[in-house]
């Protein structure tokens, strides 16, 4: 597998868990007559209550009746109203059960806990979701850099890049096929690299990371698939 397919593969990861959650939480349900007559979010005793649904509407690319949807599966999963790390690691371990998805759903909590108080709340949830479903082909490719930015600097290094690849090959688990070398990890760091880097002084910008996504096809293929997942 090239660099487009590791890339492809990463983007894929990454809404395969939103899918994967939302089936958990049953947001994927068909809408009850119940759902559309109502005009704001229930809010139940919990932890932390969830912004306004006009401003929620606002901020993401859903309808009242979508968000109202959402809400109400969350809010079922997560009384508290907050999903913490541990829980967001077991509910992505369940669909890759041959492989340790610990550390790649560490990297993926951290993209959404905007905040970074440990916790990701429903504004968190429905804003990634909507980004990543409905979003530009700009503003997907800003939420992927932000996941590859581990430390949130501004830049990619060789290091998070290569941290991320083992994490998704730990993740992939040891009975791919063909199996995989040891040493392949740290082969697509260097052809991402060497993609990327356009300047060549060690690390990837956003701008070098956006121009050569945008001028590759199988990338922006891969930014379509899931619009019309809800």
């Not at 990454?14 to 809010?43: H, N, R, T």
């Not at 401003?55 to 997560?78: I, P, V």
């Not at 108080?117 to 082909?137: C, K, P, Q, W, Y």
Request: aromatic share 10%; with cysteine; charged share 25%.
């Amino acid at each position: 597998m090239g660099i487009q397919g590791m890339e492809l593969c990463a983007m894929a990861v990454v809404v395969l868990l939103f899918i994967a959650v939302l089936k958990q939480f049953g947001i994927l349900e068909p809408m009850s007559m119940e759902d559309s007559s109502d005009s704001e979010l229930e809010l139940s005793t919990v932890r932390h209550q969830p912004e306004g649904l006009d401003q929620l509407q606002a901020q993401t690319k859903f309808t009242k009746k979508e968000l109202q949807s959402l809400y109400r599966g969350f809010k079922n999963e997560c009384p508290t109203g907050l999903v913490d790390e541990d829980t967001f690691k077991l509910i992505y371990s369940q669909f890759f059960p041959q492989g340790d998805a610990t550390t790649y759903a560490h990297f993926l909590f951290n993209a959404f806990d905007a905040d970074g108080n440990g916790a990701i709340r429903f504004e968190d949830f429905v804003v990634g979701l909507s980004i990543l479903l409905r979003g530009t082909v700009h503003e997907k490719l800003k939420w992927a850099f932000n996941l590859y930015d581990i430390n949130k600097d501004g830049y990619i290094t060789k290091e998070e890049m290569l941290a991320i690849m083992k994490s998704i090959y730990d993740m992939m688990g040891r009975h791919t096929y063909p199996i995989l070398r040891e040493d392949a990890p740290l082969e697509h760091v260097e052809r991402f690299f060497q993609k990327m880097d356009r300047n060549q002084d060690g690390v990837v910008t956003i701008d070098e990371f956006l121009e050569t996504c945008q001028k590759d096809e199988n990338i922006m293929s891969s930014m379509q698939l899931f619009e019309n997942v809800i």
